[in-house]
């Protein structure tokens, strides 16, 4: 079992930053870890990927944050941020970090419980 918290979350103007954190009670990554990702879910809307990052150190974005999102993780392999920059209305969300990690073939997902951000015009 992970337990996965995610903190950083909060009310910026237009234009401004962010930094989310996603910290875990074990190591993100490892053999058994499948990627490492922030989802987020609009109001009203389903919940959508934002940044992926593999075991590997691959980055995948959603074409709506590609350029602005930046997903790392940390030395410690405990944590993983979201760096958002010019943050748009649009971007206002409850952000959730997911882990996937394999298990005999089977895909686990473990998510934290969220971090609202609200963007402000």
């Known amino acids: 079992q992970v337990q996965l918290v995610e903190s950083g979350g909060g009310l910026v103007q237009a234009g401004g930053s962010l930094r989310l954190s996603c910290t875990a009670s074990?190591?993100?990554?490892?053999?058994?870890?499948?990627?490492v990702s922030w989802h987020r879910q609009r109001p009203g809307k389903q919940r959508d990927l934002v940044a992926t990052?593999?075991?590997?150190?691959?980055?995948n974005y959603s074409d709506s944050v590609k350029g602005r999102f930046a997903i790392t993780r940390d030395s410690d392999e405990n944590t993983v941020y979201l760096q958002m920059d010019s943050l748009e209305p649009e971007d206002t969300a409850v952000y959730y970090c997911?882990?996937?990690?394999?298990?005999?073939?089977?895909?686990?997902?473990?998510w934290g419980q969220g971090t609202q951000v609200t963007i402000s015009s």
């Open positions: 074990r190591s993100l990554f490892g053999y058994r870890t499948s990627a």
């Open positions: 990052i593999t075991n590997d150190g691959i980055t």
């Open positions: 997911n882990l996937v990690l394999r298990y005999s073939g089977v895909l686990v997902d473990f």
